[in-house]
């Protein structure tokens, strides 16, 4: 394949402006195409990153021969059948987290990209964090011994982006597949992937969308609509692991709570760190306990960097037929984690995973 990798983006909303400004700053992309079925803000999104060519059907996009990988940043619904048409499409595919709504969907794509020799990368921007890289790092060099527990919470007091996201139909469910997915993928991916074995969840449709509280700003939906909420406000769980590793998550879109809150510390034999709200390492040394703080210019979760570094990397892996950081397997198994919350949380037992 030729040096230059030829784009398009596929749902021009709010996040994909993450995405358009990364592939916008990448020297080996150019910027083909964008498609919504909202045709003037595909148009508008267009003209602002000079694409060529703006369409209001993804199929017509998905027939440009031109393109040879696209972004998928529409809602939820769409992620399985728009990743399995582009691939059968030829194009290499990069789709935002969650890979779909359902382990069924899931395993569509997986096999779609299994019978294909086509990339597709799912959207786990967390793992590209450098500082999420560093510990990766430091991880496998053996620095914290064996991690046997996480936490992480990310607890919104206000922060229902409304639309689709409050709609389960589109959304497949609230804060747990929207933002809980981010920290339980960092997490599991940081402690190597431990096979999942038990799931026990708790979900809780207790506080509405609370479009009534005035005077604190959170991130919307392109077309936020505050008028049906049928996501729940917060999940929690413990996903057990085959390795003994246990992690607990919780995560809010409303919460009565004096602020938001959101950390991922995992602890290990030898040492534990925490990613959020800043990098930090706990350990022992000489029969102290010491915390370190790497130096480094990425204070917390930087948010624009992880984005360049995950599209440079889709980018890399299109130009080299290399597999991703974060591929479709993955994001079936998360999948399988989410899904667990939300059938124990139903049935009010722990479900097993095989
Ligand atoms: N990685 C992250 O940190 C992060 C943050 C926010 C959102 N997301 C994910 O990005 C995706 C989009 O979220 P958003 O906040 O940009 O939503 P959004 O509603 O702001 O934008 C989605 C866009 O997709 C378009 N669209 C939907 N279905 C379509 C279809 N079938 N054909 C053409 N266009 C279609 C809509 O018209 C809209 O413009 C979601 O899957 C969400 O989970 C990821």
């Known amino acids: 394949m030729a040096k230059t990798v030829n784009i398009g983006v596929i749902g021009t909303g709010s996040i994909s402006f993450a995405h358009l400004d990364a592939y916008a700053a990448h020297p080996d992309v150019k910027l083909v195409a964008v498609a919504d079925m909202n045709a003037e803000r595909a148009a508008e999104t267009a003209r602002k990153y000079n694409a060529e060519r703006s369409y209001s059907n993804v199929s017509e996009l998905l027939a440009d021969p031109q393109i040879d990988a696209v972004s998928i940043c529409t809602w939820n619904n769409t992620h399985a059948d728009l ?12 789709v935002e987290k969650p890979l779909s709504r359902t382990v069924e969907e899931a395993l569509r794509v997986q096999e779609a990209v299994r019978s294909s020799d086509r990339i597709l990368q799912v959207g786990f921007v967390r793992r590209f964090d450098p500082n999420a890289q ?13 991690l046997y527990y996480a936490k992480a919470s990310n607890l919104r007091r ?32 940081l402690m190597g992937k431990p096979k999942p074995v038990s799931v026990s969840g708790n979900v809780y449709h207790k506080l509405g969308n609370r479009s009534n ?23 929690n769980a413990v996903i057990r692991f085959e390795n003994g ?29 925490e990613v959020d709200p800043e ?27 992880a984005f360049q570094e995950e599209i440079a990397h889709f980018v890399a892996s299109v130009q ?8 479709v397997e993955d994001g079936v198994a998360v999948m399988k984690m989410l899904r667990a919350v939300y059938e124990s949380a139903e049935k009010g037992i722990e479900i097993r995973l095989d």
């Not at 990743?83 to 990069?94: T, W």
């Not at 229902?160 to 599991?188: E, K």
């Open 83 to 94: 990743a399995i048409q582009a691939i059968r499409a030829g194009k290499h595919v990069l």
């Open 134 to 146: 560093l510990l990766k790092r430091f991880a496998e060099l053996g620095e914290f011994g064996e």
């Open 158 to 189: 206000l922060g229902n982006p409304g639309g689709w996201f409050a709609d389960v139909a589109r959304s497949g469910g609230g804060p747990l597949i929207d933002i809980g997915v981010h920290v339980i993928d960092l997490i599991w991916y």
């Open 213 to 235: 509280v005035q005077g604190l700003s959170f991130y919307k939906a392109a077309d936020y609509d505050a008028s049906l909420n049928t996501v729940e406000d917060l999940a």
């Open 245 to 273: 590793a246990s992690l607990l998550v919780d995560v809010s879109f409303t919460l009565h709570a004096s602020k938001d809150e959101s950390f991922v510390k995992l602890f290990g034999t030898k040492g534990g760190f």
């Open 279 to 305: 990098v930090k390492i706990a350990t022992e040394k000489h029969d102290i306990m010491v915390n370190i703080a790497p130096q480094t210019d990425d204070k917390g979760f930087n948010f624009a960097k």
């Open 320 to 327: 080299n037929g290399t597999e991703p950081l974060s591929p």
